[in-house]
């Protein structure tokens, strides 16, 4: 590793701890490569010593591209001290510019393999559940390269998770229509469909799967949130902000903000 990833990963790190922004390492003389943005990524990962419950795919939305000037998806980790159930309040304090994301999150029961087909990856899954990411940047007022954002832990803050469905063969089959309304306090938001992440979950799962090294394979057990059905909003201490899934989901989430 070299003294500049090492240097990088410790200033994210500091960033990450402290709930403090930088600037975006994009900015600096030389660019970074995608290379460098998970190396980067592992390093700060190691610093921390988190233990790892799943994966967060981020950018899958590709309405939201020119919004944030990416241009592919990303992923990073999910944490255990980063997961959170629906009664708990969640303190914004630890966080940079907090915004929320309505997701759909699958639960593996197996290890998918990138040599699977999407009706095979489907296999893998145990259940599904509703679930708000909360996405942070340590960069200011959001602006970043995709590099950028990789390097800092593909934005994720942490991830409330609402009840777990069976991940039956209708339910699977029918991920890719849900529908989604977002909701702050009773202001409606915005709305959207689980296709707007890459097509569906199974295919965001699909695109995960292909771009993780052998070092970084999906293991039994572990989570993986699919991206944003809408377009990622700030959140405020005192808010309350809802989602009511439909179709082959059915069911609602809401989390509290202090």
Not at 43 to 72: A, H, S
Not at 144 to 167: C, M, N, T
Request: with cysteine; aromatic share 6%; charged share 20%.
């Amino acid at each position: 590793m070299t003294r500049d990833i090492e240097a990088k990963a410790k200033t994210i790190a500091d960033a990450l701890t402290s709930a403090q922004q930088i600037p975006k390492l994009s900015s600096e003389a030389g660019q970074l490569t995608l290379d460098d943005a998970y190396s980067i990524a592992s390093r700060v990962r190691e610093l921390q010593g988190k233990k790892r419950v799943g994966r967060k795919v981020g950018f899958t939305n590709r309405t939201i591209w020119p919004v944030y000037g990416v241009d592919q998806p990303i992923w990073g980790e999910v944490h255990a001290d980063g997961l959170f159930s629906t009664d708990q309040p969640v303190n914004l304090a630890r966080y940079s510019e907090p915004r929320i994301e309505p997701e759909i999150v699958l639960g593996l029961g197996d290890a998918p393999t990138a040599e699977m087909k999407n009706e095979q990856l489907a296999g893998c899954m145990e259940w599904v559940a509703p679930g708000f990411e909360i996405v942070q940047s340590i960069y200011p007022d959001w602006k970043f390269s995709v590099e950028d954002s990789i390097a800092a832990q593909g934005l994720h803050g942490y991830l409330v998770l609402g009840d777990k469905i069976a991940a039956t063969h209708d339910v699977l089959t029918g991920l890719a229509e849900v529908p989604l309304a977002l909701f702050k306090g009773t202001e409606a938001i915005e709305s959207g469909k689980g296709e707007n992440a890459l097509g569906g979950p199974i295919e965001v799962l699909a695109h995960l799967v292909s771009l993780l090294s052998n070092a970084d394979q999906l293991q039994r057990g572990e989570l993986v949130t699919t991206g944003t059905l809408t377009d990622a909003w700030p959140v405020s201490p005192g808010e309350q902000w809802s989602a009511g899934f439909g179709g082959v989901m059915e069911t609602e989430l809401s989390v509290r903000f202090t």
